[in-house]
């Protein structure tokens, strides 16, 4: 299984960016699928998450700003990121649980996406 972040670069402050990240490989489910980010010196934290069935959870930093989605039948989870601030850069991760059982899921992560904010 592999996780294609894309869509990170540089915009100004209220600007905006639309992130991708594609999950190939031997998949029979997807369930939840988060974006993470970190920035420099600071722990990854929580962007927003969706589940298989569309519920979502958002930071509160970025509540009425950003907005997750996916497309079941292209693999893919989307972050719309709008009204961009200097502080929402970072480093950008995708993370999905895969193939989930009785025992559990497998779950992966992108290689991350930098989203870089200019005051």
């Known amino acids: 299984v592999q996780l294609q972040a894309s869509g990170g670069g540089l915009v100004q402050a209220g600007g905006f960016l639309r992130l991708s990240c594609a999950v190939s490989g031997i998949i029979s489910s997807i369930n939840a699928m988060t974006w993470y980010r970190q920035a420099p010196g600071k722990r990854r934290e929580l962007v927003a998450a969706?589940?298989?069935?569309?519920?979502?959870n958002y930071a509160d930093s970025v509540k009425g700003r950003f907005t997750i989605s996916r497309d079941n039948a292209k693999n893919t989870v989307y972050l719309q990121m709008n009204s961009l601030k200097p502080e929402d850069t970072a480093v950008y991760y995708c993370?999905?649980?895969?193939?989930?059982?009785?025992?559990?899921?497998?779950?992966?992560w992108g290689q991350g996406t930098k989203v870089t904010v200019s005051s």
């Open positions: 969706i589940t298989s069935g569309g519920s979502t």
């Open positions: 993370n999905a649980l895969v193939n989930c059982s009785g025992y559990g899921c497998y779950e992966w």
